[in-house]
C-alpha cells in the first residue's frame, strides 16, 4: 500500500488536527500486511472512524479503487483535511462530521477501520470536539473505544472486518473477550514498540 502524500497541508494546521504518527503508519502497515485478505473479501464499503488527516483511510481507497470509502471524525477541521487528503492523492473518499458511527445503517460496512483515542486520561478530556478528541481516552484510553465496540455487531457486514489499533495499557484482553463475547473471533495483526508504548492493530472476524 502506497503512504500518501500530505505537501498539501501547512505545518500549521496540525495544531487542530492530528499530525499522522507511529500509530497512524503501523495501521496502514498492518492493512498493507493483510491485503491479501482484504482483497479476497472484494469490499464495497469502507469506513474509517476518526479519521484525523486522513492519511490511513487514503490509503485503503488507493489500495481499493472499487471501494466506496467514507469516514467520519468529530473534528470537522480533521473532516476537512480528509477530504483534502484524498482529493491530492486523487482518492475516491467522502468525509462526514459524526461522533463514531452513529448514523450509519446497520450491517453493511465491509470493513472498519478505528485508531482510536488510546491515551489514558481523567474521564473529563474525552468527548471534546477539537484536537483532544485524537488522543484522549479516559479510563484505561478505553472509554471511547468501548463505545464503537457495542456498534460494530450492528455495523458490520456478517462477512465484515474490524482492524482496531491498541497500546498494552488499554488491556487488549479485555478487548477480544468483548468482542469474542458478541460472536466475533481475532488475530493481531502487527505489533510495534514505539519509544514506551506496546502498539498492535487487532483485526475482528466473524
Known amino acids: 500500500m502506497e503512504t500518501p502524500h500530505q505537501n498539501h497541508i501547512n505545518k500549521a494546521d496540525f495544531h487542530d488536527v492530528y499530525e499522522p504518527a507511529e500509530d497512524s503508519f503501523l495501521m496502514i502497515d498492518a492493512l498493507e ?12 464499503f469502507c ?16 489500495a481499493f479503487p472499487g471501494t466506496f470509502c467514507l469516514s467520519t471524525d ?27 458511527a452513529d448514523s450509519f445503517t446497520n450491517n453493511k460496512l465491509d470493513v472498519i477501520i478505528f485508531n482510536p483515542p488510546y491515551v489514558v486520561t481523567d474521564s473529563i478530556e474525552c468527548g ?5 478528541a485524537s488522543w484522549a ?9 468501548d463505545k464503537l465496540l457495542d456498534m460494530i455487531p450492528k455495523k458490520l457486514a456478517d462477512n465484515g472486518v474490524f482492524y482496531l489499533l491498541l497500546i498494552e495499557e488499554n488491556i487488549p484482553k479485555e478487548v477480544c473477550e468483548i468482542m469474542s463475547s458478541f460472536g466475533f473471533n481475532y488475530e493481531c495483526i502487527i505489533k510495534r514498540l514505539v519509544r514506551n508504548e506496546r502498539q498492535m492493530v487487532i483485526k475482528f472476524f466473524r
Open 33 to 44: 500486511k493483510d491485503i491479501d485478505y482484504l482483497k479476497a473479501k472484494k469490499p464495497i
Open 74 to 100: 468529530i473534528n470537522v477541521k480533521a473532516c476537512i483535511m480528509s477530504k483534502s487528503t484524498a482529493c491530492y492523492n486523487k482518492a475516491l473518499h467522502d468525509s462526514i462530521n459524526m461522533n463514531l
Open 128 to 132: 471534546q470536539k477539537d484536537i483532544t
Open 137 to 145: 481516552g479516559g479510563k484505561n484510553g478505553r472509554e471511547v473505544t
Open 47 to 62: 469506513l474509517e472512524v476518526g479519521s484525523g488527516s486522513g492519511i490511513v483511510i487514503t490509503a485503503f481507497s488507493m
